[in-house]
């Protein structure tokens, strides 16, 4: 028999008699099945594990890349907003310039 072994380690004609009663090769027969199916069950269990592993990490690649997409729209918001705000200081600074001469003219 399988000398308490667990009916998950592999049975071979080490630790099975030829000589087994019906009684024995039925459990024989149903650690055989139990084996095999907790042998696809783990199976089963450890691709599962490595799909959501993989869903994982492509879930946090795809956040990453999204993340640096917005720091990049943002970078692009701020420089666009610095330059028109450098082209309305530009005005307000030519409007100036332009009085400044007006009173100048004046002065003169």
């Known amino acids: 028999m399988n000398h308490g072994r667990g009916i ?3 049975l071979n004609p080490e630790n099975i008699p030829s000589h087994a009663n019906s009684h024995q090769q039925h459990i024989l027969a149903i650690s055989r099945n139990l084996r095999r199916y907790y042998a696809t069950r ?3 269990l450890n691709g599962t594990i490595i799909s959501e ?3 994982s990490t492509n879930l946090r690649n795809e956040l990453t890349n999204e993340r ?3 720091v990049s729209l943002n970078n692009q918001l701020t420089n666009e907003r610095l330059y028109q705000s450098e082209i309305v200081i530009d005005d307000i600074i030519g409007e100036i310039e332009k009085k400044e ?3 100048r003219f004046y002065l003169m």
């Open 8 to 10: 998950l380690m592999p």
């Open 42 to 44: 783990i199976l089963n």
């Open 53 to 55: 592993r993989r869903l």
């Open 68 to 70: 640096n997409e917005n």
């Open 101 to 103: 001469e007006v009173v």
